[in-house]
């Protein structure tokens, strides 16, 4: 079991792919185990060429737990988060990476190119934000309370909670895929089920700017990808990162959630690849 050691973490991760393959670093989102990016998904990037890296950021599955199940506060932030990439880069021998990431992986993503831009070849962004004040819901449905995500439930319950708070981040457009998200749920749980971290991470995300200096400084090309019917972050986010990043290209959709549907897989992977493509030649 490949383990990294970050600053006060040990950083769970995996690999899939050649090793001698263009490396992709690919970090999940507030609350969510790696095993949150589908096989399949990560697998059209395999089969494009790329060495697809994925891992538990701390306090979820099984990377190492900042506390107990009476302590909300870990004393990290986001950017302690990013190292925790870069550990996984050091652990693995890699200089630099191309980086991927969604919602809260999407800023620790930004972070990362801007705490060591030499160590980032290419940046995608799904549906996340460039600071703090884009975290708020739209008015349709109200976010869990504290209690309900951080409450420690029998298995039936937490099960059923993890579905239907997934249910926010749906589409208009795109069938909510419920077998799969049960299935993931169930996976979730059995794997490794500590709300408490759950609360940790969320403390962390209240200590990110309201608005993250230095975006325009960035080289490196990035894709930015937003749903324009997202409930959780408003797709102004997106619409504001293209604008600070000045090598960015941004794909809106309409009637996509805060989700990575299965009928736009396809195309992402073509604008993805063809993102990292171009990354490679220039460093050539």
Known sequence: MPFAQSAGARIYYETRGDENAVP?????????????WRDAF??????????????????????QKQGGPGDFDGGYTLEDMAEDGFAVLDDLGLESAH???????????????????????SLTLFYTAPGRSYLTMRNQSPMPS?????????????????????????STA???????????AIRSFERCYAPDGVARQATATT???QHIEGLETIERPA?????????????????????????????LYPGLGHELAEPL?????????????VAEASAN
Not at 99 to 121: C, E, K, T
Not at 265 to 277: A, H, L, Q
């Open 24 to 36: 992709a670093l690919f970090i999940e989102g507030f609350s969510v185990q790696m095993i949150g």
């Open 99 to 121: 980086i991927l990431g969604q919602s809260m992986g999407g800023m620790i993503a930004q972070l990362m190119a801007l705490r060591r831009p030499q160590r980032v070849r």
């Open 223 to 251: 894709v930015i990808i937003h749903g324009r019917d997202d409930r959780l972050i408003d797709s102004a986010a997106a619409l504001d990162l293209a604008r600070l990043m000045r090598h960015s290209e941004l794909h």
């Open 207 to 209: 200590r990110l700017p």
């Open 174 to 184: 795109y069938a909510f895929d419920e077998v799969w998200v049960r299935e993931w």
């Open 146 to 170: 504290s209690a309900e995500l951080y409450t420690y439930r029998p298995r039936a319950e937490a099960i059923a909670a993890l579905i239907e708070r997934e249910r926010l981040s749906q």
């Open 265 to 277: 897989w396809n195309e992402w992977v073509s604008i993805i690849t063809r993102s990292i493509r």
């Open 42 to 63: 990560l697998n059209k990037f395999v089969e494009s060429g790329v060495r697809v890296v994925i891992f538990d950021n701390r306090d979820v599955g099984l990377s």
